[in-house]
Each structure stands twice: as C-alpha cells, then as structure tokens.
C-alpha cells in the first residue's frame, strides 16, 4: 500500500499530542430504549447527536469514550473502554456509538473511575463528559469520587449531562461538577443535547481534511466487488494517492475536484469526486466489466438427444467453457457443456428436450456469459426393419435409422419388457447395418432404438427368431 501527499489512512488511534485530553462517558443501560421524541427512544436519538459529535470534532484532539451498561444485564461490572485515548478519526467512533444496544445497570461512579484512568499523566488539564438518563444503581458515590477528583491537583472539570432525566433528578449529580468546575446541563431532545455537549466542548477548528470511504461496485448490478486498486489525481492530473487491494478504500482529502480510477477482477473505471468540507462521505464507485470479446458459429437447429460441433472465439481461459443452457438460467446452470481448452469447434452432447435453448460462451473468471446464441432443438426420428428370418444362436443385422447420439443403442428385448431391459445391445456409432446375436431360445422378441442421454425409445419393431412357435 502506497499514500502519496495527503493521503491519510484510517488506522486508527494515533500517538497523543496535546497537553489537553477528554473523555466522554456515555450510558448504555437499559434504560436508554425509554421514548423521548415521539416513536424515537433515548439511544436513537443519543446515538445521532453523538455520531455528529465525534464526526464534528477536530481529528487532532485526542479524547476517550467510556460507556457502561451495553454488554450484560445485571452486571455493575458491565464497564467497557469503547476507544482508548489517542487522535481519532470521527466516522469510527460514530460506528463504535452505534453498535452499542443498552441492556444493563447505571454503575456511574466506577465508570467515571475508569474514565480518570484514561487521561494521560503528561495531561495539563482534562474534561469528563458524563452523559446519563438516570442516576447510580449499583451502589457507588459519585459525590466522594468528585472530591477526590478536586484533591488531586489536576485541572480536571466533571461535566454532566442529564439526558432525559426527569425535571430536577440530575440535581442529585450536582456535586461532580460544582467540585470539579464543570457544568451540570440538561437535555430533553436532540437539539437540547447537541447543544450542551458544545457548551461542554468549546468549539475547535475544523479538520483540513475530509474522510473519504471508496468502495467498488458494479456499475450493472451495483453488488459490491470487494478489494480493488485505486489511483486518485487532482484537477491538474497530479498524482494524491493510491492504494493496492483495498475494500473500502479509507482516506482524508483535502476539500477539492479529484478524479478517481479503480480496478478490480474483470473490471475497471473512472469517476470526478468532489470532496466539500465537514462531511463524511462513503463513495460508491461504479466499475464497468471489462469483457473480451467471443463469437459462436452453430446450426440454427439440431435433433434432441444428438451432438452439434461449435465454432467459438474468446478468452479460452482457464476453465471457460461453451455451454447449452435455457435461455434464463444464471451463469453455471448448464445442460451440456465442453471446456474451450480442447479446441474450436466444440462438441456438445445435446440434451433430448425439445424447444428453445442458448449456447454460450461462459467465462469463467469472472464467472459471466460473453456472447449467446439461440438454437432450437428438434424432435428426433428413427426407424428399425426387422429381418425377415434369423436362426437361433447366431449373428444377424439389422438396417435402422436414427440421430446416433452418444451412446445410442440398437437393442434386442423381450416384449413388454421395460424401457432399460436388454437380452443384448450394440452401439449406434458402429453404423448401419448394426449387428447383433440372436438368443438360443426361439420365440418373437422386440428391436428398439434406445436414446442414450434419455433411455427414451424412439423405434421399435418386433419379428420372430427361429420360426413360429
């Protein structure tokens, strides 16, 4: 993998830099699926502002998210460093917010313990963001915890956010921040949350970059095609970045007119981009398949059961074949097929169906259909003349008619016997007249003309061997 001048890949956390750290607390319990705002609940809405939050903030500001209550019911244990503190891309932390589902208890003060564990010791001042529906459950005291954060000495501020908490309950968390200097704040709806986390936040330069999430797609179907490689220039045709197998392809581009070029198996394109400031952008990139071309040359109709040789052209890559299909089967879903590796023509072994079917030339990687052709398939006919006398015990032929399919058969049966029963049999391909031997028994006996791909009886004709009983 190879960046070039601004490229930025999403590696995550990157080494702290600042003297200044925050981390935020958040509450999963399962009190967070309670209603707030018509049909949406606490968590939903929670989980939007917040997304936002981290998205918002300047990449270069290192923060931790703690949260709690999102693994086990029950469980005040259930304290979990969702990011560890470092710089951060925000679209991550967005995605971490969202796949937490509240099911849990409200263990506030051991959570705002490991939170203090997050900041760094080379830190010269640190904010705690605590944002909670409810107040400690599981026997902690937050009040104690915030006069030992006050007796530390560190330019620690304990800011609380009472999200959803019914009029005045957060009161009961005032001392965090009145021991702290923090602010105590709280918030109904969305628009009210998303404020007081920028009173909590002072704002922050916006990022020079914007992060970008390329993937490949087919430009046909729009289904995904997973790892490509990918070449991004400016405006002026300058080299920005490149990358080598990669699904997505993350990256953080300055605000301006890029073109894109991707390649994956069996496809390839090109794209403008426009990269605006302040918005996450996961780009879907259309690939058109590259197809080679190929031809078939056969008969605009055949006898079912029989074979038919093919002329084709193509790749002839590994395992590309021409096949005979009905005309809306997928890719693979074959009634004859040969591999394009023995030569042109092909020979196909044709089914015995009657009606419309496709050739085609399939390619094999990627696995699609190059070029069709439409063949209709013929009901066969063939014709047995029984000889006139044949003595016991001994050889005698039989003129017939009939497609020669492979493994077509001339055969001698009793009469009324099934369809597959035989006293003896010969094969069509050694011609006509077929030669047979006839049994030591006299008596009248059956000739039939046997399709080998069906077992299908196409003639029959019955006579006598060694007289009339």
Known sequence: MRTMIFATLLCGATPLVSDTATVVVFDASGSMWNRLEGDLSRIEVARDVMGNYFVDRNSDAPYAIVAYGHNRRGDCSDIEVVTQMGQHIGAGQANRIVGLIPQGMTPLTDALRVARDQIPPTAESADIVLITDGLENCGGDPCALAAQFAAEGVDLRAHVVGFGMAPGEVGALACLPDQTGGLLLEAATGEQL????????????????????????????????????????????????????????????????????????????????????????????????????????????????????????????????????????????????????????????????????????????????????????????????????????????????????????????????????????????????????????????????????????????QFTIGGTE
């Not at 991707?262 to 197809?291: F, K, N």
């Not at 023509?345 to 050739?359: M, Q, S, Y």
């Open 194 to 461: 998303t404020a007081a986390l920028a009173q909590v936040t002072p704002a922050e330069p916006v990022a020079i970059t914007v992060i970008m999430s390329l993937f490949a797609v087919s430009a046909e179907t729009s289904a995904p095609l997973g790892a490509a490689d990918w070449r991004i220039t400016d405006a002026n045709g300058q080299l920005v970045a490149e990358g080598e197998g990669r699904d997505p392809f993350d990256i953080a581009l300055p605000p301006a007119e890029y073109s894109i070029a991707a390649t994956a198996p069996g496809y390839s394109g090109e794209m403008p981009l426009t990269v605006r400031a302040d918005i996450v952008q996961r780009v879907a990139v259309p690939l058109i398949a590259d197809r080679p071309e190929a031809s078939l040359d056969a008969p605009e109709t055949a006898l079912a059961g029989g074979t038919i040789e093919v002329n084709w052209t193509g790749p002839d890559a590994d395992r590309d074949r021409i096949s005979l299909a009905r005309p809306d089967a997928a890719p693979g879903d074959i009634l004859a097929v040969t591999l394009t590796r023995r030569g042109t023509p092909a020979t196909l072994r044709l089914p015995d169906e009657t009606g419309v079917f496709e050739l085609r030339y399939e390619q094999n990687v990627p696995q699609r259909i190059l070029v069709t052709r439409q063949i209709s398939l013929t009901a066969t006919e063939a014709s047995i003349t029984a000889p006139v006398a044949v003595p016991l015990d001994e050889r005698f032929e039989i003129d017939w008619t009939g497609p020669a399919g492979p493994q077509d058969e001339i055969v001698l049966a009793e009469i009324g016997s099934p369809d597959d029963a035989r006293i003896t049999a010969t094969q069509t391909r050694w011609g006509s007249p077929a030669k047979l031997k006839a049994p030591d028994v006299a008596g009248t006996y059956e000739l039939r003309y046997r399709v080998g791909a069906s077992g299908r009886i196409l003639a029959r004709t």
